[in-house]
């Protein structure tokens, strides 16, 4: 089992920035990527940003591309996101999760390769 919390959500004006965090624990030996997904009032989770946790290799969204850097600290076991130049429609309930490395050749941008799933965090971002 692999377990995610994810911080560093919180309220913040348009055109501000926030880092968001993501912990992993438990058998991160096992995992084969983790991304970002967001979930706005009323509308389906979708893709943010995905990593490979050995290549490094980044994916984005096309909506956050330029303005959310995605990276990782193996050491520490986190996965963080930069955003910056937020925009009123980035505000969203955040959410980490891990692909498990069983799978053959996933897709990291697609919800059903992910596996487990943090709590969430919550973006706000006032106009």
């Known amino acids: 089992q692999v377990q995610l919390v994810e911080s560093g959500g919180g309220l913040v004006q348009a055109g501000g920035s926030l880092r968001l965090s993501c912990a992993a624990s438990?058998?991160?030996?096992?995992?084969?990527?983790i991304g970002w997904f967001r979930q706005a009032p009323g509308k389906a989770r979708e893709f943010v940003a995905s990593?490979?946790?050995?290549?490094?290799?980044?994916y984005y969204a096309d909506s956050v591309k330029g303005r959310f850097t995605i990276s990782r600290d193996n050491a520490k076991n986190t996965v963080y996101v930069q955003m910056n130049s937020l925009k009123a429609e980035d505000r969203a309930v955040y959410y980490c999760a891990a692909v498990g490395d069983w799978r053959q050749n996933p897709s990291i941008v697609i919800i059903a390769s992910y596996d487990y799933w943090g709590q969430g965090t919550q973006v706000t971002v006032s106009s």
């Open positions: 990593i490979s946790w050995t290549t490094g290799n980044t």
């Open positions: 438990g058998r991160t030996g096992s995992i084969y990527a």
